[in-house]
């Protein structure tokens, strides 16, 4: 839900000093996890809530998704400004078998501020209902383009 994340990450430097081969394979791991989970037969959803016009950061986001689809991920990207009307929660969170949530803490300057996990059933089902609401009115990534 940030327009920026981790700005000293290395890929991020690379894109924005024209480096576009091999972008994505520090994140090969997270590739190898979806792949897997995929062929389980679990769905991987990812909803981006993205200012317009985009950030440089989001620039670089939506440059290397093509990585993320190709695991198998689904990807969609929703503009703010048609985010008014949902009530989100305050933090980025991966929702877990609909029941436990990896949630993502940054700083002011999208550094990392670590993750917990949360099992409480109520947090769960709201972040559930904030992101099938997102979800539901987001672009599809093949589809989304940038302003």
């Known amino acids: 839900m940030r327009d920026g994340y981790m700005l000293d990450d290395p890929m991020f430097i690379a894109w924005q000093s024209g480096q576009r081969e091999a972008l994505t394979d520090g994140y090969g791991s997270w ?9 389980r037969g679990v769905e991987v959803r990812r909803a981006r809530i993205v200012s ?3 950030s ?17 991920e689904l ?27 990896l949630i993502n803490h940054f700083n002011g300057d999208g550094g990392s501020l670590g993750s917990e996990f949360v099992e409480d ?10 992101f099938e609401a997102v979800w539901e009115r ?4 093949a589809e989304y383009r940038l302003v």
């Open 121 to 130: 059933p109520a947090v769960a089902k709201l972040c559930a209902t904030a």
């Open 52 to 54: 317009e016009p985009v």
């Open 138 to 141: 987001a672009v599809p990534h």
């Open 56 to 72: 440089e950061y989001i620039r670089f986001e939506h440059a290397v998704t093509f990585a993320n689809v190709e695991a198998g």
């Open 31 to 39: 590739y190898d996890l979806v792949r897997e989970t995929v062929r």
């Open 75 to 101: 990807v969609r990207w929703l503009p703010r400004r048609s985010a008014t009307d949902l009530a989100l929660p305050g933090n980025d969170f991966w929702l877990i078998d609909g029941e436990t949530l």
